[in-house]
């Protein structure tokens, strides 16, 4: 059983100076489609005291070529403008596949790109009624001091499951993070820490302006693949995207992008190992190896941690041997 929303000011900044300053109050929490954020509110998983509303906000809305090729995403594109553009359908046509796979197409016209690549990490003890999760004694990320995933540790296991994170951390992209003081930039990788409880740099107040996509190589080939449950809507079990580079059959660069295992989007750059390697099956059996050191799927799923390993392998194989052929 859910509940009602819980009371909150809505707030509707029309640039992002002043989404910067509303967000720095105390309680305050940014708001993109909401199709995250509000069903965890309903859970009573957080209380903010004051939602921003990031929609209408034009500096942060909408895809910009720069002359010099790199693309830039503003954090409240939503995630169907994503999908539709041509531009990017040609310059990064991966991006607009893992922006098509996310959930259905009702939470694709609302859902943006900012909130997409903060959305909280998941957890099978953690998504379920304030109820459920009461009749467990909660758990360590909420309200409670044990975790039921790994009841010895004395941190959260749940799984960041983004689509759209491992094609941009493939491509090499970086974020602008905007706050009351200020501006910085981040690679995306930079963005996230390994904890399901805290998986986000972000600073109080802090909001995801841009996400900044450099100008790709014509060589480099980027592929994206992904594995869930439902294939209509479900968040993946494994989404896995791969950009590779090859020369006369030898590896230049190979980027891969893993979430829905662990509690951050996994980067491996199997390039730094492998460049100048024969572009062939041992080549393939090391990055598997590389990239199967970095998984730490947990108990944290109704799908068994082994199974969403095999599955992450399954995809990297694949894409390999497409993307090489
Ligand atoms: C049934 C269902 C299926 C789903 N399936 C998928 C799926 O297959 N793949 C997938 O990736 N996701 C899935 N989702 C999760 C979600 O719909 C998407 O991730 C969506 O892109 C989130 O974007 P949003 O704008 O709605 O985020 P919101 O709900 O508005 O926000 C999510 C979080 O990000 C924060 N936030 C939002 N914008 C910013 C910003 N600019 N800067 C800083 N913080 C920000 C919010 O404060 C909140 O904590 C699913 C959700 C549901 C309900
Ligand atoms: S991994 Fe543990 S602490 Fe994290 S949400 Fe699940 S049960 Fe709670």
Request: aromatic letters at 4%.
């Amino acid at each position: 059983m859910t509940r009602g929303l819980p009371s909150f000011t809505l707030e509707r900044p029309t640039d992002l100076r002043s989404a910067a300053l509303m967000l720095a109050e105390p309680g305050a929490c940014a708001l993109g489609g909401g199709t995250d954020l509000l069903p965890n509110l309903r859970r009573g998983i957080g209380a903010p005291a004051t939602l921003v509303d990031l929609n209408g906000v034009p500096e942060i809305s909408g895809l910009v070529r720069e002359p010099d090729g790199t693309m830039v995403i503003g954090a409240a594109t939503t995630v169907q403008a994503l999908a539709e553009d041509a531009d990017l359908a040609r310059a990064l046509p991966a991006l607009a596949e893992a922006a098509r796979a996310v959930a259905a197409s009702g939470h694709r016209s609302a859902a943006t790109v900012g909130g997409n690549l903060c959305q909280d990490t998941r957890c099978v003890f953690y998504n379920q009624s304030d109820w459920w999760r009461c009749a467990n004694g909660y758990c360590l990320k909420h309200r409670g001091s044990t975790c039921h995933v790994a009841p010895q540790g004395d941190r959260c296991h749940a799984a960041f499951c983004s689509d759209l994170a491992p094609v941009l951390l493939a491509a090499g992209a970086r974020v602008q993070l905007c706050g009351a003081d200020g501006q910085r930039s981040l690679g995306l990788q930079e963005m996230y820490l390994d904890d399901g409880a805290a998986h986000l740099v972000l600073r109080p107040g802090e909001l995801l302006a841009q996400v900044r996509v450099p100008p790709l190589p014509a060589q480099l080939r980027i592929g994206y693949a992904k594995a869930r449950t439902r294939g209509g809507v479900d968040f993946p079990l494994a989404a896995v995207a791969v950009a590779m580079q090859v020369e006369r059959g030898h590896l230049v660069s190979l980027r891969i992008g893993i979430s829905g295992t662990n509690s951050l989007p996994v980067l491996v750059d199997a390039g730094a190992e492998l460049q100048g390697a024969p572009a062939d099956e041992a080549a393939w059996k090391k990055v598997q190896q590389l990239v199967q050191r970095q998984l730490a799927p947990m108990r944290s799923t109704v799908t068994s941690a082994q199974y969403r390993r095999d599955a992450a392998g399954a995809l990297l194989a694949r894409l390999l041997r497409q993307l090489a052929g």
